[in-house]
């Protein structure tokens, strides 16, 4: 690993002290007024650089039976971190005889209404302000997730980073309700004049419908309907243009680039000419990497059907036919024999059946892509016996946040 300094994405051993390393990266955010209550930061009131200290500190508590002599290393935002949070997802929720939305309290399901925000994207927090009153005025119940009662669950928006194109979309627990072209049409029209921090005009492209008709406190539905524009919108990086549907996931901070995949897949090495299957592949955002830097064949796993559609399209639209999407939960069938396995599991990690499918491929190279360190410590209880980490790196895509992302090299042992 490379421990080079650049004007953007600085890498650094964390050797070193991480005060000092951090130095650049300035804070001087002033206290949100939401700052205590709403649940979307926890740490806006601590220096960067303080921030990295305490990611590191639970980095070594947690994961230092299973480093050896490794050091992690550590990759640092490209300066300030502010309003660099590019998707937002609302619960709408029942307030007397109104309705509120926002953020969710600190440990609750407590929604704070959101008024202002260091961390997201400006054009999202002044959507998510304007939603707010669209939904009050049109007083349709929301959804209650104690009775299962009412309508409304949630707002969602996303912005592509490389492109400011926007896809928002309202929650309910039907296709049809009384007011519901009047609503769509309203947050259409709400979305039209948004700017980004820079004042450049971002694009709306689709406005859409998702159904969740399931009890409980889960948001998001499986069925989408289109009701204006596009179900997805598009991401370019470099030449790749990456589409993502409203129910797929995507990395939701708009420096993942620099922090997150380039680094990681100079951790990866060399794919020229390699056989590689890609475990909890969504829309094929590591999948369409390898395959521009020259692999021979990627099989994409990946068990969200609308995510499946987004990698195909994906493979489509960039020109790549040496790929394959299996849709199908990774673990629940056998994998194809691989050079190299890249596995980013959601935050639960891998799990039993996940390390399972690891190890019965008998691949020797694996890059395990982690969004929780606790479920990253779990998998490495199990993969250690058979496996050694021979790299770790911190990738904070969650500034101000206690989350930290880890990308950690595995070397199958002789």
């Known amino acids: 690993m490379d421990p080079t300094c650049g004007a953007s994405g600085q890498l650094f051993r964390l050797s070193s002290n991480p005060r000092r390393v951090a130095a650049h990266v300035t804070t001087d955010i002033q206290h949100c007024t939401h700052f205590g209550l709403c649940g979307g930061c926890s740490l806006l009131d601590q220096p960067i650089a303080t921030q ?79 939603a707010t009153k669209l939904i009050v005025r049109a007083k349709i119940a929301a959804y209650d997730e104690t009775t299962g009662e009412g309508v409304l669950r949630a707002i969602r928006a996303r912005i592509m980073p ?24 309203d947050l259409g029209e709400a979305a039209r004049d948004l700017r980004d921090d820079q004042g450049r005009t971002v694009k709306l492209v689709g406005v859409v419908l998702n159904i969740n008709e399931t009890p409980g406190n889960v948001l ?18 470099g030449d790749l243009r990456i589409q993502a549907g409203f129910s797929s996931f995507y990395q939701l901070n708009r420096h993942a680039d620099v922090v997150l995949f380039k680094p990681a897949m100079k951790m990866l090495g060399d794919v020229q000419g390699k056989t590689i299957v890609d475990g909890y592949g969504g829309v094929g955002t590591f999948t369409l990497r390898m395959l521009r830097d020259g692999a021979k064949h990627v099989s994409l796993v990946e068990c969200s059907p609308p995510a499946c559609a987004d990698a195909r399209a994906n493979l489509s639209r960039n020109g790549f036919d040496n790929a394959e999407v299996l849709e199908h939960a990774f673990g629940t069938m056998p994998l194809p024999q691989c050079d190299l396995m890249v596995v980013d599991p959601p935050r639960a990690g891998l799990q039993e059946i996940g390390v399972r499918a690891v190890i019965k491929s008998g691949v020797q190279r694996v890059m395990l892509v982690s969004c929780s360190q606790e479920s990253l410590a779990r998998d490495l209880a199990m993969l250690i016996p058979t496996y050694r980490v021979t790299a770790l790196r911190l990738c904070d895509l969650f500034p101000h946040t206690e989350h930290v992302e880890t990308v950690t090299i595995l070397e199958r042992n002789a």
């Not at 490389?162 to 009047?182: H, M, P, Q, W, Y």
């Not at 998001?220 to 370019?236: A, F, N, S, Y």
């Open 162 to 185: 490389g492109t400011n194109e926007l896809l928002i979309g309202l929650v309910a627990t039907t296709s049809r309700f009384v007011g519901r072209d009047k609503l769509m049409k």
């Open 52 to 130: 990295f200290d305490g990611k590191l500190a639970r980095t070594s508590e947690l994961l230092a039976p299973y480093l050896g002599e490794i050091e992690p290393e550590f990759t640092l935002p490209p300066r300030t971190p502010r309003h660099d949070r590019t998707s937002i997802l609302y619960p709408i929720q029942p307030k007397g005889r109104t309705v509120t939305l926002g953020i969710y309290q600190r440990g609750t399901h407590v929604v704070e209404e959101i008024t202002d925000c260091r961390i997201q994207h400006k054009a999202l927090t002044e959507f998510g302000v304007r």
């Open 220 to 237: 998001l539905g499986e069925r989408t309907i289109t009701v204006q524009g596009d179900p997805w919108h598009h991401d370019r990086v």
